[in-house]
């Protein structure tokens, strides 16, 4: 992007908005050109938002309604190689059964963006959050981001067609939200205008990779073992080119809209002199807040780590942000099962981020808020307690489960 | 629950403010969300912090299931009240809990899994349970728990409101409860910052109804004890190893009824019947769609009242005038065999029933501006008659 103008005065409104109507005046504000939808809850929320703003006349937008999920993201990926800023997204078992499609879309660096609302995989039926579904396609190239609230999912929507659409990244992105406690929660959020996005936002430019019948290219044609390994490795070294792209794009966005959105890959807070550290991603790192104040009354040094990009992984930050405590307490809002010592997979990745150090906390594994079921205040205060017991008895591979019946 | 409430107290200064609202799932949700909206909006007017949201485990919100929405409000930051508040399925207990349709007063059972849950279950100490009735609070007193400690009933004179369907129906039934919430607890929001926002948000012409239904609510404290022993028992969910592998439970057998979910807490209005003038044409037992009629031994069909969602699908169904009559569910205590009373004293039953029916309870298809029925509103007077 070239030099950003000098931002005049913010003139934004305020609206008491969902996570899936923040999201969807993000949609509306990108100017997006094609969406393709197909109901699930929770991601029905923002199918029901972006088709309330197209039959308000707020903006206008190719909105197509798939037969199933597959579909869906068939469209939008084709529709993105044709030029299109496109939209999608899914819940839970609907965003599995895309999954052919969301390989593909990745593998063909087309920059499709897509808001998962964090869903239970069925069975058995249940509407609640789990991160599960999202992570799916953490090996795939997609971009991931969790947010935690209805103004971050905003802010990050805007910033996901700025860094997904980038020349040097151009990789699908998908913005999680926890289903119930964000997509369906109302906030007050800022909601910016549309010249001072247009001033963030490039248009849409795929550049000699457009699908045209002026610029005659395939895609995707078959290739074998001649050509799979130097495919792969492209796209293996462009993720690398993305974290530049996502910190360049923060800075820019605290410039034109005038506001702070923070640290783009984590949130720390009260880390400052923590020697036990809470990390989560989501809301329950929103209620994890509480809890670390209480215990700050008590004199107990503990701090959170949120963590909110997730592809890339900030390996890097994690390790700044981990490497001081002596303890850190992982809370997975996941299921990995049969994986190293049974644990999530957040636990996993943060324990070989960690690895290499010379100097490595203990790290204890919380599996909890499955399906939706709240984590409490004294939940995270007894996880908190029950990590700096496992430093204390130097129990290096600890992995429990939190609010189950048992 | 009572630990948490300890642990919320111990948050600085932080004074947190819950408020629920019972509705009838889908045909009152529009309501219930526009009038915790409106709160969290008319707070901010306040300089306050809030948020609301729903309980999403409603969902799939079936017609007529008790659900519940909630506002928030505080005098802290945004950052403080989501970090206290936040991530809830619902809240620990709220300072006042609004009833859409006073029918929830005789308990809520959104899933058969969550039991049967008295009204007031959440309200707290000093709080208050605010009710949409024809009936005092003292009448409602007699289907509501008794508590252990002293909370206020207060009812908003009405009916219940339909402004909430897929068409908005408009009956001012959402300004008039913020009206007597603002004489209720001026601590979660003032009348001022309400009639700003309703100017604001919903138009000038709201405010007489806001007014109407500050001034027309009525408030009854209630003494530790006073109200009804809970006759339903809470069920029990087993631990992860105290159940079948492969998400496999026990299916009602044939010809059975679920017994772990009767779902007559959906139920507004329950049919009554005139065995006496049934012809035993089986219609009723027919068109059930929740199979809530037995054959009886003498070819009538008793109805089994805790199976029963109100539906009025018999009542429509019924060749025979004045058999099958829909009558609001307040009216009646228990869910015991009709036909078993009937069998006992025929003259009797005939003439409970008839007195039963003498009040009843009506849907009315077309509602006013000013909450009136049409028919009795004038004839010159029908520019806000929704359709």
Known sequence: MTQVEAAPKAIEREELLTGCEAVAQAVMLADVDVIAAYPIRPYTEVMDAVSKLIADGKFFAEYIIAEGEHSQFEIVKHASSVGARVFAGSSGTGWMYAMEALAVTASDRLPVVAMVGNRALDDPGAFGVEHNDALTVRDLGWLLVWVATAQEALDTALISYRVAEDQSVMFPLAIALDGGFLTHSQHIVKIPSAAQVRRFLPPYALGKRRLHPDNPISIAPQVNEDWVMEIRKQNAEATKKVPAVVDKAYKEFEEVFQRSVGDPWLEEYMMEDAELAIVGMGTLAITAKAAIKRMRKQGVKVGLVRQKWYRPYPTERVRKALSGVRAVAVVDRDFSYGSPFYGGVLYNEIRSALYSLSSRPIITNFIAGLGGREISIAEIMKMLELTEKAKREDNRDQVMWMGVRE | ?387
């Not at chain 2, 004074?15 to 629920?20: D, H, M, R, T, V």
């Not at chain 2, 009854?220 to 190893?241: D, F």
């Not at chain 2, 089986?282 to 008793?302: H, N």
């Open chain 2, 1 to 387: 629950m009572a630990a948490d409430l300890g642990i919320m107290s111990e948050a600085d200064d932080i004074e947190i403010k819950n408020l629920e609202v019972n509705y009838r799932g889908i045909f009152q949700k529009t309501l219930a969300r526009k009038i915790c909206k409106t709160i969290v909006y008319a707070a901010k007017h306040e300089g306050k912090t809030g948020f609301s949201y729903g309980r999403y485990s409603d969902a799939p919100e079936r017609n007529g299931i008790p659900c519940k929405y909630f506002a928030v409000v505080a005098n802290t930051t945004e950052e403080d009240l989501e970090a206290e508040a936040g991530g809830k399925v619902e809240p620990d207990y709220v300072d006042v809990s609004i009833v859409a349709d006073d029918t929830m007063v005789k308990g809520v059972e959104p899933w058969g899994f969550s039991g049967i849950r008295p009204i007031n279950e959440k309200v707290a100490l000093g709080g208050t349970l605010l009710v949409v009735s024809e009936r005092s609070p003292l009448e409602l007193v007699d289907f509501v728990e008794k508590k252990t400690f002293p909370y206020k009933i207060a009812v908003l004179p009405g009916k219940h409101s339909f402004s909430g369907l897929w068409v908005y129906k408009d009956d001012f039934t959402d300004v008039r409860l913020l009206g007597a919430l603002a004489k209720i607890s001026p601590g979660i929001v003032t009348f001022d910052s309400l009639k700003k926002t309703v100017a604001e948000k919903m138009g000038a012409d709201r405010i007489a109804p806001l007014r109407e239904g500050y001034e027309s609510v009525v408030v009854k404290s209630i003494a530790p004890g006073e109200g009804i022993t809970w006759p339903y028992v809470m069920p029990v969910l087993p631990k992860w190893n105290e159940f079948e592998e492969g998400i496999v439970v026990k299916a009602v057998s044939r010809g059975g009824r679920n017994e772990d979910f009767k779902r007559f807490t959906t139920r507004t209005m329950r049919p009554v019947i005139r065995f006496d003038t049934c012809i035993k044409c089986d219609l009723c037992w027919y068109s059930c769609p929740d199979e809530c009629f037995d054959q009886t031994a003498d070819g009538l069909f008793d109805v089994n009242y805790n199976y029963c969602v109100g539906c009025g699908r018999c009542a429509e169904v019924c060749p025979v005038p004045n058999t099958v009559v829909m009558v609001d569910e307040l009216r009646f205590q228990d869910n015991g065999s009709p036909y078993a009373k009937y069998k006992e004293d025929k003259e009797a039953y005939v003439k409970w029933a008839e007195e039963k029916k003498g009040k009843t309870r009506v849907n009315y298809p077309f509602v006013t501006g000013t909450g009136l029925i049409t028919d009795e509103v004038a004839e010159g007077d029908r520019s806000r008659v929704g359709h």
